[in-house]
């Protein structure tokens, strides 16, 4: 079978295999869906984790069976040792020049080198693509000439190729629908491989200084018992087993609608606050 890793992520790959009691090729092939998702999110559709699911690197995993909690749990694991994995190992090997590759190129890499290796890549007549959601660039080739974009929160799914003028010759599809690159900021040569530039960390945290405890009260008149409140039907009792599994599926959803970009990160956390609240 033809390498698609380097001996080094090999290696790794087949620890992680033997400490999550997975095969090989499932975690390769989660390995894979990691990568496409720029090491924070993944799309995947493996039967030795339950078949299709996603993950998001700090949000919701969803699996198949959506009250399976230990699986979720094991995918959440899995997934964040292979996004650090890719951070800190050369995990695919330059394609060879004048080979196929990985990607099936019959040529030489076309994109600049400071881009590393796309998660997908190909080309029709005079046009060619490359992806790299790991540092949010496009690389398009058309008729020799090579540029380059910065894909912005667009995580790219698909790709459409017809025929006609450019920038209309290619198209692509993300979550949040099929547009082509001239609504994508071209870069310039400096900014190529700049990695976009992570939210600063939190200051230290200091502890305050204690200050000496007052000194006590005086005791006070204890105070008239407040009539009790009226008893409540059970079935209007908040956090029974009919309200909880319909928060856990209002969360789901709001979690599917998040995935989407339909809701933002602060109203999916506002909500999914919320609705924790109420189990």
Not at 21 to 42: E, I, K, P, Q, R
Not at 248 to 254: D, G, H, M, R, Y
Request: a negative charge.
């Amino acid at each position: 079978m033809e390498a698609t890793v380097t001996p080094e992520a090999g290696t790794a790959i087949a620890d992680i295999a033997q400490r999550f009691g997975l095969s090989y090729d499932a975690v390769l092939a989660m390995l894979f869906a990691v990568n496409s998702g720029g090491g924070t999110m993944a799309q995947f559709s493996i039967p030795e984790l339950g078949g299709s699911g996603q993950w998001m690197q700090g949000g919701m995993t969803m699996v198949g069976d959506m009250f399976d909690y230990a699986l979720k749990g094991r995918v959440d694991a899995l997934c964040n040792e292979l996004s650090q994995l890719l951070a800190t190992t050369t995990v695919f090997p330059p394609a060879t020049a004048g080979g196929h590759g990985r990607f099936g190129m019959g040529s030489n890499n076309w994109w600049p080198a400071d881009l590393g290796v796309p998660s997908s890549s190909g080309g029709q007549n005079d046009s060619r693509y490359a992806v790299f959601p790991a540092t949010r660039r496009l690389a398009i080739q058309i008729n020799g000439v090579t540029r380059v974009f910065d894909t912005g929160d667009h995580q790219i799914g698909g790709v459409q190729q017809q025929q006609g003028g450019y920038p209309g010759t290619v198209s692509f599809t993300s979550q949040f629908g099929t547009f082509d690159v001239s609504s994508l900021r071209e870069l310039g040569t400096n900014e190529v491989a700049e990695t976009p530039v992570a939210a600063p960390a939190p200051p230290p945290y200091i502890e305050p200084v204690s200050s000496p405890a007052p000194e006590p009260a005086p005791p006070m008149e204890p105070a008239a018992p407040e009539p009790a409140p009226p008893m409540v039907p059970a079935a209007q009792v908040p956090g029974s087993s009919g309200d909880s599994d319909a928060i856990i599926a209002a969360i789901e959803s709001l979690a599917g609608l998040h995935q989407r970009g339909i809701l933002t990160d602060e109203e999916f956390a506002a909500k999914k606050s919320e609705l924790l609240g109420r189990l």
